[in-house]
């Protein structure tokens, strides 16, 4: 099974709730990047994006390139949610190769437990692909990562 981890895009600055928070222009363009990496190079059967909109319209970009994909909305894979949780959730669904979109800090903490390590900080719009037999913390292994332009 793959788990591919995707980080949304750049919002704009806190200007209203960080849930209503929009992909600014270089936003777009880097999960159009990053969903063109993913999608060359990978088959997804099912995507799960976060209830935030950044998140749905990063997701955007990946169904634009694959409209038949099913999709469902995780609603515990927000930034404070708790990463344990939302690993065994996760665990739960049925697919050889799911792509998750959501936010910093849970991204990296998912991640971290799927290897056994550290949380490494993801970069905006960022892709990391894990292998495993099954979902269970330290039983994954990244095997491919992708970082589209960023702004600094």
Known sequence: MKIILVRHGQAENDTRPDSARQLTDLGREQA??????VMTRYQPDQFIVSPY???????AAFQACAPTVPFDILDNIT???DAHQALIDLGHIEAECLVVVCHMSIVAHIAGLLIGEYPESFALAEARVFEMDFVMAGMARETDRFVPKQPY
């Not at 159009?32 to 990496?37: D, L, N, P």
């Open 32 to 37: 159009a990047q990053t969903a063109e990496f």
């Open 79 to 81: 930034p404070a949610d």
């Open 53 to 59: 909109d950044r998140a749905q319209q990063t997701l």
